[in-house]
T-cell receptor
């Protein structure tokens, strides 16, 4: 039941490039989240949104930015990718404070 | 701020053995959620506990919420290789607006 979609699934990119990770959900959820996770490790909240035109930074400092112009869309942008950004990025959504639905993630490698 | 600690970080068991992971919050929670992440996958919601002292079962999995609503446990009876993965607890604060994930317990099952 892939109701939350992330693209690309894998991305290898050179240092200094600008990248946008896409996240869309078709469930009409009001809340959306971005987590950063190294393989098998903790989930770090980097951004969240409680609705259109609402975005907040999470617990983990991140050089990325997000936007929420439409309910279903919550893209994450890195203006200048660095090797330290290599990680998996997981998007999630929820209806109000119900449990989270996660996307399949984007595995980012910055060379 | 709210902290959620999870132990152990890793657990190796022989197939057929039992397994338990524990979750402790620094503050009282309104509810606690459990997620499972298979290797290479994304976290998938398992269950939510709301009431003090609540116990819920899903086949071989038993979830408990402490009387003080500050701790929780997940117990798996007679582990199988399909149980392999990382189990995360996530506690929601009393105001309801913050969900904090524990660091996860990675379960490995030897056949």
């Amino acid at each position: 039941e892939a109701d939350i979609y992330q693209t690309p699934r894998y991305l290898v990119i050179g240092t200094g490039k600008k990248i946008t990770l896409e996240c869309s959900q078709t469930m009409g959820h009001d809340k959306m989240y971005w987590y950063q996770q190294d393989p098998g490790m903790e989930l770090h909240l980097i951004h969240y949104s409680y609705g259109v035109n609402s975005t907040e930074k999470g617990d983990l400092s991140s050089e990325s930015t997000v936007s929420r112009i439409r309910t279903e869309h919550f893209p994450l942008t890195l203006e200048s990718a660095r090797p330290s950004h290599t990680s998996q990025y997981l998007c999630a959504s929820s209806l109000s404070y119900s449990p989270l639905h996660f996307g399949n993630g984007t595995r980012l490698t910055v060379t | 701020g709210q902290q959620v600690m999870q132990i152990p970080q890793y657990q190796h068991v022989q197939e057929g053995e039992d397994f338990t992971t524990y979750c402790n919050s620094s503050t009282t929670l309104s509810n606690i959620q459990w997620y499972k992440q298979r290797p290479g996958g994304h976290p998938v919601f398992l269950i939510q506990l709301v009431k003090s002292g609540e116990v819920k079962k899903q086949k071989r999995l038993t979830f408990q919420f402490g009387e003080a609503k500050k701790n929780s446990s997940l117990h798996i009876t007679a582990t199988q290789t399909t149980d392999v993965g990382t189990y995360f607890c996530a506690g929601r604060n009393n105001a309801g607006n913050m969900l904090t994930f524990g660091g996860g317990t990675r379960l490995m099952v030897k056949p």
